[in-house]
């Protein structure tokens, strides 16, 4: 049962102690409340858990400019960040966590400024059909978050300049550019900043709950423990792997996403396995490479190797499609 609500501001804006601050904020959160996180980033590309950082983001072009590429632990797509941006977390036990409350918090905070934003899909939220926020969410088990950005005033000309969006990812969306398809709150209210934008959310965050909502100081948290994670967050190895060279490759884009499959063949077995997503749901693809290695390069073997795989409501239909994909293959 949630008997008190919390909420916490950050004013650092470097990506990789903001992401360790949210993972600590995840262990910690007990299991009475829900904790509000706000935070930004500088110059920042966020990708995905299972993506390719290569193919999502202009490294040369946003490092050149002194911004910065970090991976999060939650699935989706890549999402670039300024300082016109605003990030929200939601942080909450298994048996708190409710994400149809969560985006009710956000949607108050928008409609509250008489803006008529509407929830589109599995984790958008739009106004016009244009999205100004998107969402991913994470679990590890019995801790639970939710998060997302809220454009206010983002320089949309950085989107194109560090962003690779697919081509088959527009098309999807029935638009022609990602510059096209987003757009900034501040158009809908021209009195808009980040600061009224945290007040208005912390104000919905007491609203759907009905409850006051309680700050927490950075001075409260563990500073060896967030420093520890940071480390990790900030490492060439969690951010880009190891590059390796494959020798056979394959993808498509499905409804719940895209799938581009790497191998490394040797003597007709699959050595080396990488499967890189924009898909919510991180688990799978960090098991099928499992289920592949080894495997003799035949479509047959891969299917049945497949299918031993432990599948939940939500993978069940990202499973078919990868077959599908396998077979039209013809391997």
Same mark, same amino acid.
């Given at each position: 049962?949630?008997?008190?609500? +919390?909420?916490?501001i950050?004013?650092?804006t470097?990506?990789?102690?903001?992401?360790?601050?949210?993972?600590?904020?995840?262990? =910690?959160?007990?299991?009475?409340?829900?904790?509000?996180?706000?935070?930004?980033?500088?110059?920042?590309?966020?990708?995905?858990?299972n +993506?390719?950082?290569?193919?999502?983001?202009?490294?040369? !072009?946003?490092?050149?400019?002194?911004?910065?590429?970090?991976?999060?632990?939650?699935?989706?797509?890549?999402?670039?960040?300024?300082?016109?941006?605003?990030?929200?977390?939601?942080?909450?036990?298994? !048996?708190?966590?409710?994400? %149809?409350?969560?985006?009710?918090?956000?949607l108050?905070?928008v409609?509250?400024?008489?803006?008529?934003?509407?929830?589109?899909?599995?984790?958008?939220?739009?106004?016009?059909?244009r999205?100004?926020?998107?969402?991913?969410?994470?679990?590890?088990?019995?801790?639970?978050?939710?998060?997302?950005?809220?454009?206010? !005033?983002?320089d949309?000309?950085?989107?194109?300049?560090?962003?690779?969006?697919?081509?088959?990812?527009?098309?999807?969306?029935?638009?022609?550019?990602?510059?096209?398809?987003?757009?900034?709150? =501040?158009?809908?209210?021209?009195?808009?900043?980040?600061?009224?934008?945290?007040?208005?959310?912390?104000?919905?965050?007491?609203?759907?709950?009905?409850?006051?909502?309680?700050k927490?100081?950075?001075?409260?948290?563990?500073?060896?423990?967030? !420093?520890h994670? =940071?480390?990790?967050?900030?490492?060439?190895?969690?951010?880009?792997?190891? =590059?390796?060279?494959?020798?056979?490759?394959?993808?498509?884009?499905?409804?719940?996403?895209?799938? %581009?499959?790497?191998? +490394?063949?040797?003597?007709?077995?699959?050595?080396?396995c990488?499967?890189?997503?924009?898909?919510?749901?991180?688990?799978?693809?960090?098991?099928?490479?499992?289920?592949?290695?080894?495997?003799?390069?035949?479509?047959?073997?891969?299917?049945?190797?497949?299918? $031993?795989?432990?599948?939940?409501? %939500?993978?069940?239909?990202? $499973?078919?499609?990868?077959?599908?994909?396998?077979?039209?293959?013809?391997?």
């Amino acid at each position: 049962m949630i008997n008190q609500i +919390q909420y916490i501001i950050t004013t650092q804006t470097n990506p990789y102690e903001n992401l360790a601050l949210e993972e600590y904020l995840l262990e =910690k959160v007990g299991d009475n409340e829900v904790i509000l996180y706000l935070w930004q980033n500088e110059k920042t590309v966020v990708i995905g858990k299972n +993506q390719n950082p290569w193919k999502e983001c202009r490294i040369k !072009e946003l490092t050149t400019d002194g911004g910065r590429l970090v991976r999060r632990l939650s699935g989706g797509g890549a999402v670039f960040h300024d300082m016109g941006n605003l990030n929200f977390t939601f942080l909450a036990t298994k !048996e708190n966590y409710d994400v %149809d409350r969560q985006m009710e918090v956000i949607l108050k905070a928008v409609n509250n400024l008489g803006i008529p934003a509407i929830k589109t899909g599995r984790n958008d939220i739009t106004v016009e059909d244009r999205k100004f926020s998107g969402n991913a969410f994470y679990s590890d088990g019995n801790q639970c978050y939710h998060h997302g950005t809220l454009l206010v !005033e983002v320089d949309m000309s950085k989107l194109s300049t560090y962003l690779n969006v697919s081509r088959d990812k527009l098309v999807s969306k029935g638009v022609a550019s990602v510059k096209s398809r987003v757009v900034n709150l =501040k158009e809908y209210h021209s009195n808009l900043d980040i600061d009224r934008m945290k007040k208005e959310l912390i104000q919905a965050f007491g609203q759907v709950y009905g409850l006051v909502p309680n700050k927490m100081e950075l001075s409260q948290m563990n500073p060896i423990e967030i !420093e520890h994670k =940071k480390e990790r967050f900030a490492s060439w190895e969690w951010n880009f792997g190891k =590059k390796q060279e494959f020798n056979y490759s394959f993808g498509k884009r499905f409804t719940w996403g895209d799938i %581009d499959i790497k191998l +490394q063949i040797e003597s007709g077995v699959i050595k080396e396995c990488v499967a890189y997503s924009d898909a919510l749901e991180t688990s799978f693809f960090e098991q099928l490479p499992i289920f592949l290695l080894g495997c003799t390069f035949h479509t047959d073997e891969m299917i049945r190797s497949l299918k $031993q795989m432990q599948l939940s409501d %939500d993978t069940i239909m990202i $499973q078919e499609d990868i077959i599908s994909l396998i077979r039209e293959e013809r391997l």
